[in-house]
């Protein structure tokens, strides 16, 4: 603690620096996650609850709280700031985000998905089985044609003379689009 001018005379004149906080007699370090502006005797002021920190101890300013890369945040109705990884199949803004933002999650295009919480770009959406990219959209596998997905890839081509069935039935009626596994790959109708 310090005074902001010489010749006090009074204990009260006694208050923390901008970056430490007031604890019953003492000073301390404001530490990560929170901030004080300072020349008070405040606490430290937490910048939210979940991921949001700072990048070094002794912040000033709620400026100073970092939203990291892929998060979402909300305010409670009682002010205080939540901030959450972007679940699978959504995605956040590229890079950290600095103060006290609400901030949101995209979701991923139609038939596509993230692998893990915390994605960054729609570039990280992938999709899912029996889908494939075709000149950057997503489309559903045609008949002769699979894929696993959980990649960016185009469907993948059974062969000459196969098609695509449920469950590697050869029967006509059986026969299916949006294949997920070369298992479901069989001879089409007609050929030997």
Sequence with gaps: M???????TSSDACLVAPGFGFNSTTDA???LGTYNAGWNRDHCK???SG????DAP???SPDDCKIPAGHYSRVFPDGSLLVKPCPVGYFGRSNDT????????D??????????????????????PGYGYEKNEIVICDFGFWSAGYSRNPCIPCGYGYTTAINGSSSPGDITLGASSQDQCVLAPGVT
């Design 107 to 128: 979701v991923c295009p139609e038939f596509s998905t993230t692998v893990a919480p915390g994605s960054t770009s729609a570039n990280q959406c992938v999709t899912l």
């Design 2 to 8: 310090t005074t902001q001018s010489e010749g006090c």
């Design 98 to 105: 600095y103060g006290l933002q609400v901030l949101r999650c």
């Design 58 to 60: 002794g912040s000033i």
């Design 29 to 31: 370090l404001c530490p």
């Design 46 to 48: 937490q910048c939210g």
């Design 51 to 54: 991921n949001i920190t700072t």
